[in-house]
């Protein structure tokens, strides 16, 4: 028997070289905004069983009730996000998920046959990312965080009221 997704996807993940000429293409040629924007995020980790610690800037729009995060990373350090000798993976990178229940939703997707590739934390979140080994490209995450789901509401509703101004709001 097949497992069916208990949500919907909430999110589509991009890397970025350049977070604020993403923020502007999106703005420009999809009309997606505002953008909230986190600058100096950290992560702690594991990524393929070794400790890693990746810092990035964030920034997040809503398309309907889908969040489109785009990521610059900005560590050297070995992630999901950039090749064996540090170069990003510019481009779609994941669709995401949020779980009330991080470990269930891992131990779930073991199940199906996927695999840990990617597992880290900081004070507000937690994110795992899975895959199937055998069928690169293919990346799924999950999030766990408090007041998350209160945070995407209130995106979804200030993308929803938009009035064009203000495209642009940065926290951190």
């Known amino acids: 028997m097949p497992h069916h997704a208990s949500e919907p996807i909430m999110q589509v993940g991009y890397v970025v070289d350049d977070l604020d000429e993403g923020?502007?293409?999106w703005l420009d040629q999809a009309g997606v905004g505002p953008w909230t924007v986190f600058r100096g995020v950290t992560l702690d980790g594991r990524y393929r069983d070794q400790d890693t610690t990746?810092?990035?800037d964030v920034a997040m729009g809503y398309s309907g009730e889908v969040q489109i995060e785009l990521m610059h990373i900005t560590s050297s350090t070995p992630s999901p996000y950039a090749t064996g000798d540090g170069q990003p993976l510019v481009g779609p990178h994941h669709v995401a998920w949020i779980t009330d229940d991080l470990d269930?939703?891992?131990e779930s997707a073991r199940e199906?046959?996927?695999?840990?590739l990617f597992r880290a934390g900081n004070p507000s979140t937690e994110v795992a990312y899975v895959h199937a080994a055998d069928r690169p490209g293919v990346?799924?995450?999950?999030?766990?965080?408090?007041?998350?789901?209160?945070?995407?509401a209130y995106?979804?509703?200030?993308a929803r009221s938009w009035d064009?101004?203000?495209?642009?709001?940065?926290?951190g």
């Open 164 to 171: 064009g101004s203000d495209p642009v709001r940065t926290f």
């Open 112 to 116: 199906r046959g996927l695999e840990v």
């Open 155 to 158: 995106g979804i509703e200030q």
């Open 23 to 25: 923020i502007r293409q």
């Open 139 to 152: 990346i799924f995450e999950y999030i766990q965080g408090e007041g998350l789901r209160e945070m995407v």
């Open 54 to 56: 990746v810092t990035m």
């Open 104 to 106: 269930a939703a891992v």
